[in-house]
């Protein structure tokens, strides 16, 4: 018995010649077909942490604010090299110098100083030692920190996880609708991926309990998804 279930059943049927030769050849079957959307999922706690972190200075001179800049901003990458973070792992993403104003009603800007800005990513691949590091950090002069962004240093086998999660899920499905349409699941006709996602765990609090305590980072529960569209042949 030929039968449609929901939008995504098409029934074979006879086809004249002139359209059978167009037609695609997933609809050439002599049975009933079933798309089915699967998500496929599994989670990972996260091993990389970025953090964006630099100096922020000010002066009465250009000159000045560079000079106080770049003194402070040796000292923090000196931290971030004594804590074990390899070069690569930290790359400058701005460098700025702006002058600074005071204004004032019906008069011109005036120049008051200077500030100079130099701002690093850094990439932490042991996330417990990163609050420690944070905190050198600022001892050693840092004045701005953003971040942290977690995430996998390798992904790959997670994502192959959700991958095989969300073909389980819909031969599963499958197996359902055909039962409930009296058929049976011959085959899989054709298997796309729509998409992959990591959600990361909710922002991450900083926190000292006391003084001599450390920055805690906690890394919490990365949830990794797959998104496939598989076709089945029923009979």
Avoid: H
């Amino acid at each position: 018995m030929r039968s449609l279930i929901l939008a995504g059943l098409a029934t074979a049927l006879p086809l004249a010649p002139a359209y059978a030769q167009s037609a695609p050849p997933a609809l050439l079957v002599d049975g009933t077909i079933l798309d089915v959307v699967a998500e496929g999922t599994t989670t990972r706690v996260p091993d990389l942490a970025t953090i964006r972190t630099g100096v922020v200075t000010q002066a009465a001179t250009a000159s000045g604010a560079l000079a106080d800049n770049a003194s402070r901003m040796t000292r923090v990458l000196a931290a971030l090299s004594r804590a074990g973070v390899a070069a690569r792992d930290v790359t400058t993403t701005a460098a700025t110098l702006s002058p600074q104003y005071r204004y004032a009603d019906n008069q011109p800007p005036v120049i008051t100083g200077y500030q100079a800005s130099n701002t690093v990513s850094v990439r932490f691949r042991s996330i417990g030692a990163s609050g420690a590091i944070l905190d050198a950090l600022v001892a050693q002069g840092a004045n701005q920190i953003d971040g942290p962004s977690l995430s996998l240093a390798d992904p790959d086998s997670a994502l192959d996880e959700a991958r095989i999660d969300a073909v389980k899920r819909a031969r599963a499905r499958a197996a359902l609708y055909a039962r409930a349409a009296g058929l049976t699941v011959v085959r899989i006709v054709s298997i796309s991926e729509s998409g992959e996602q990591s959600t990361p765990p909710g922002p991450i609090m900083y926190a000292r309990a006391k003084e001599s305590a450390s920055t805690a980072i906690l890394p919490g529960e990365s949830q990794i998804t797959a998104t496939i569209a598989v076709r089945f042949l029923l009979k």
